[in-house]
């Protein structure tokens, strides 16, 4: 499941990702976020907050 989302997201390019061979065993893929990928990430964290205080404020008239 978190591979499947992990390559939507290089598709959406919110990450990258390469091969690494380094070190003894099977080839590892590591994946990096990318600048879009933070952007997107600041954008959504942002509309989080908004949301948050929304819901604060109905539970505390409530």
Known sequence: ???????????????SSKWSVEGSGPARRIYRI???????LEDYLRRLRR???LIE?????G
Do not use: A, P
């Open 34 to 40: 990318t600048e879009e990928g933070l952007d997107y």
């Open 1 to 15: 499941m978190v591979y499947g989302l992990l390559r939507r997201m290089e598709s959406h390019g919110f990450v």
């Open 51 to 53: 949301v948050k205080s």
């Open 57 to 61: 404020r109905l539970i505390s008239e």
